[in-house]
């Protein structure tokens, strides 16, 4: 089946700089990539995917890029804000079956 | 408002007495999913449904039971809960497999 690693666990940067996680999966066939984000105590919620058909998608201060060839795919985030202190979810659907498969998350603390 | 409701959010049972985890959305999603969520694990998915009684396992699925005889609802059953799975549950729902999931807000299970 379908794995999904995520690195790095935690990261810690400074506000305005940027913050960027990388996922790397194994099935080659996977063809959708979602990220999460989750807030302490709250619901995972969605902040962008990516199709596999397309190597990058933007919105304002967010942005996944994808390297089919290498398997993996990574969250950008620009001028990083407080607010943007959360656990972050990388997820792989892979092209057999219909299961969903989570990266181990990365806890991102944006200090003021 | 479109939302994906949880019942109970807390519970705390016994080894052995059978509990169920009801599940609802209002968003006529054809696709639902249970997660179980632990430190340092990310999201595992346990069952989904791709419509009524249609439903598969995901990656752990022992232990647990699930039914979809409306496409509203959802329930996870554990005939037989032990503390090994004690955890945080989420259900999810969404148009299809590859299209953004709606969580609830979660269930926390402590079985003692």
């Keep these: 089946g379908e794995n999904v690693e995520q690195h790095p666990s935690t990261l810690s940067v400074q506000e305005g700089d940027s913050a960027v996680i990388k996922c790397t999966y194994s099935d080659s066939a996977s063809n959708y990539f979602p990220w999460y984000k989750q807030e302490l105590g709250k619901r995972p919620q969605l902040i962008i995917d990516i199709r596999s058909n397309v190597g990058e998608k933007k919105d304002q201060r967010i942005a996944v890029t994808l390297n089919k060839t290498a398997k993996h795919f990574s969250l950008h985030i620009t001028e990083t804000q407080p607010e943007d202190s959360a656990v972050y979810f990388c997820a792989a659907k892979g092209a057999a079956g219909n299961k969903l498969t989570f990266g181990g998350g990365t806890r991102v603390l944006v200090k003021p | ?112």
């Excluded at chain 2, 059978?18 to 959305?25: A, F, G, H, P």
């Excluded at chain 2, 699925?61 to 503390?83: A, D, H, Q, T």
Aim: aromatic share 10%; glycine share 8%.
């Design chain 2, 1 to 112: 408002e479109a939302q994906v409701t949880q019942n109970p959010r807390y519970l705390i049972t016994v080894t052995g007495k059978k509990l169920t985890v009801t599940c609802s959305q209002n968003m006529n999603h054809e696709y639902m999913s249970w997660y179980r969520q632990d430190p340092g694990l990310g999201l595992r998915q346990i069952y989904y449904s791709m419509n009524v009684e249609v439903t598969d396992k995901g990656d752990v699925p022992e232990g647990y039971k699930v039914s979809r005889k409306e496409k509203r609802n959802f329930p996870l059953i554990l005939e037989s809960p032990s503390p090994n799975q004690t955890s945080l549950y989420f259900c999810a729902s969404s148009l299809g497999t590859a299209r953004p999931q709606h969580f609830g807000d979660g269930t926390r299970l402590s079985i003692l």
